[in-house]
């Protein structure tokens, strides 16, 4: 089992930056893809960014590409996603995700779930 525990949420203005951390424990070496997603109101969970644990291989949806970053410190179990840019449209609950092998947009294939982090972003 691996848990996972969002933190970094809150509030802020278009144009402006946040940081979300997720801490993994338990059996975080099985943990091959780690990810995140979003989830708005009214709307379906939609994939954000992951990394991969070897080589570091990242991919982000269209829509974060070139504000948003993602990584990893494997020693530490942590994974983070650094937003820039933020637009209203970004306003969300964000969950950390966990996958035993190296997958990617896919939320089916995730084997752990934090309980999420709400970003909010004001126009």
């Known amino acids: 089992q691996v848990q996972l525990v969002e933190s970094g949420g809150g509030s802020v203005q278009a144009g402006g930056s946040l940081r979300l951390s997720c801490a993994a424990s338990g059996r975080t070496f099985s943990s091959n893809t780690m990810a995140w997603f979003r989830q708005a109101p009214g709307k379906e969970r939609e994939f954000v960014a992951r990394?991969?644990?070897?080589?570091?291989?990242?991919l982000y949806a269209d829509s974060v590409k070139g504000r948003f970053t993602i990584s990893r410190d494997n020693a530490k179990s942590t994974v983070d996603l650094q937003m820039n840019s933020l637009k209203p449209e970004d306003t969300a609950v964000y969950y950390c995700?966990?996958?035993?092998?190296?997958?990617?947009?896919?939320?089916?294939?995730?084997?752990?779930w934090g309980q999420g982090t709400q970003v909010t972003v004001s126009s």
């Open positions: 990394i991969w644990r070897s080589g570091g291989s990242t």
């Open positions: 995700a966990a996958a035993i092998y190296y997958v990617n947009y896919d939320a089916p294939q995730y084997d752990y």
